[in-house]
């Protein structure tokens, strides 16, 4: 009986034409329900008192936003779970990160939330006034419970030890100085902020194959294709995270005069990224091809399309005049720089003599190891670097992170230093009041660490430059690369609604 009520969105939608049909008053709710509880039971309970039909729709498992190591159980569970309640009569999962299609599909009499969600500021998201709209577009009623409330969050996060002891130590030393509320509205502050990214343009792409095994003759590795797919990554990716946070951003960089990938890129860009493109002269687009292995995303090796030696046209005199005449209208200069040859010494020092508050951010990679390092710059608001990175900088490979960072803090005029080392989480010093604070990682899940730096990057200096807390800021920065290892590659940016939600979780 149970399986026979778990059926398809489409078969769902049917059930409440029909049903409707017959005279029925159909009852939608619409939830995660990670973890079954009292509230739960109580809220659905009350829902059927409000008509014949109960139907119940669950988020799939890849749209659940809600932080590290969720959901717990997965869709199937979940549904299996919902299904085995008698006053449940149908449940489908639905592969939406909002409920919004599915409510158009049934178009129920009667749309019920929990009592949490009847003041619509307190729903992060902003889903619960879209949800409404398009009840009423049916005709159909939204209707809030009283029932008693439990958070799942905050059940699993203290019972289900989704979190090593570190990280909950940290996160309960944090919220006694800073809620949820405290970090949500301090992330509204950042929409008026006028920001410019400038740096490298990256084109990703992702060949994905499976292992054959030795070839014939040699020791080379043999595989086979399966399928390709390409991500703006670089400056473009930087873009692209803040532009969910701020209402206009500018990205300055250059596109190769052959190769440009001009058209995937201005598709890829958010509509409130505006770009400013210089030319290379006779070189590509960077593009930077991994062969990825399909099961696991472990990468093989990857190919690079670029010139070492590229110039911009005209030695990039008119992105240098652009930034003299509009770098001093921008709030937060970020300087995403892949030392792929697009920020040369000349727009170094415009951009450390004009820039109001600069962001730097100096990646080694294959292409620039060795000679590509931070005290390029000679002054700078916030940096944020790897391990490796600050490492190469400081030409130190065993030292502690804690001197490192005061020695390149004495020799660039520096306010903050980030220092991210992966599963360790992120280091911060604060070279001004000479006090160090770390975080942990905050993600139990890794999918792909390909643009966990940007995505902290983007989203520190965003805080910092808004004058935040360090220890706001590098939290918020965490958040922002626990979600982004969940991602491959860059295929989409990170979400306001998104990183509050996550945000809410932690801290509950």
């Not at 170094?348 to 004009?354: A, C, F, P, V």
């Not at 670097?385 to 490492?391: A, S, T, V």
């Not at 940007?454 to 920065?477: E, I, N, P, Q, R």
């Amino acid at each position: 009986m149970t399986n026979r009520k778990i059926i398809s969105l489409e078969q769902i939608s049917e059930q409440s034409r029909l049903l409707k049909s017959e005279g029925k008053s159909i009852v939608l709710c619409h939830g995660t329900f990670d973890l079954m509880h009292t509230g739960h039971i109580r809220y659905l309970s009350r829902a059927k008192r409000e008509g014949d039909v109960l139907l119940v729709t669950l988020t799939a498992d890849e749209f659940v936003n809600k932080g590290p190591g969720r959901p717990v159980f997965k869709d199937e569970l979940r549904a299996e779970n919902l299904a085995a309640l008698e006053v449940v009569d149908f449940v489908a999962i639905v592969h939406e990160d909002t409920a919004v299609e599915t409510i158009h599909a049934i178009q129920p009499d009667l749309y019920v939330k929990g009592s949490e969600y009847r003041t619509a500021e307190n729903d992060v998201t902003g889903n619960i006034v879209l949800e409404q709209k398009a009840v009423e577009e049916g005709g159909g009623t939204l209707f809030f419970t009283d029932e008693i409330t439990f958070s799942s969050s905050n059940l699993l996060n203290e019972h289900f030890g989704l979190f090593p002891p570190q990280t909950k130590d940290y996160l309960n030393n944090f919220s006694k100085n800073w809620t949820d509320k405290d970090v949500l509205s301090m992330l509204d502050t950042l929409a008026d902020l006028k920001v410019l990214v400038i740096g490298d343009v990256i084109v990703d792409e992702y060949h994905y194959v499976s292992s054959l095994g030795q070839i014939g003759k040699g020791n080379a590795r043999s595989v086979e294709y399966k399928s390709e797919e390409q991500f703006a990554g670089g400056a473009v990716a930087v873009a692209n995270h803040i532009s969910g946070f701020v209402e206009n951003v500018t990205l300055v960089s250059g596109l190769g005069d052959r190769d440009s990938h001009e058209d995937f890129i201005m598709g890829k860009l958010q509509e409130n990224v505006t770009p400013v493109f210089a030319r290379f002269k006779d070189a590509p687009t960077v593009t930077k091809r991994r062969f990825v292995d399909d099961d696991d995303l472990s990468k093989l090796f990857e190919v690079y399309y670029y010139r070492d030696d590229s110039t911009l046209e005209n030695d990039g005199k008119e992105t240098l005049q652009w930034l003299d005449d509009n770098i001093a209208q921008y709030d937060i200069v970020i300087a995403a720089d892949f030392g792929n040859g697009f920020i040369t010494d000349e727009i170094i020092q415009t951009l450390t003599d004009k820039s109001k508050f600069l962001a730097v951010n100096t990646q080694i990679n294959s292409g620039n190891r060795g000679h590509h390092v931070i005290t390029r710059y000679p002054r700078a608001d916030f940096v944020s670097l790897n391990e490796p990175e600050l490492r190469l900088a400081a030409h130190s490979r065993h030292e502690p992170l804690e001197d490192l960072c005061k020695l390149i803090s004495q020799k660039l005029q520096v306010g903050q230093i980030t220092i991210t080392r992966g599963l360790k989480g992120v280091m911060a010093y604060d070279c001004k009041a000479n006090l160090f604070h770390e975080v942990p990682a905050l993600s139990s899940r890794v999918v792909d660490r390909i643009g966990a730096g940007d995505a902290f990057l983007a989203l520190s200096a965003l805080c910092f430059g808004k004058g935040m807390d360090t220890s706001v800021s590098v939290f918020v920065g965490a958040v922002a690369a626990a979600m982004d290892v969940q991602i491959v590659c860059n295929r989409e940016p990170i979400h306001s609604s998104a990183l509050k939600k996550f945000v809410t979780t932690l801290l509950k």
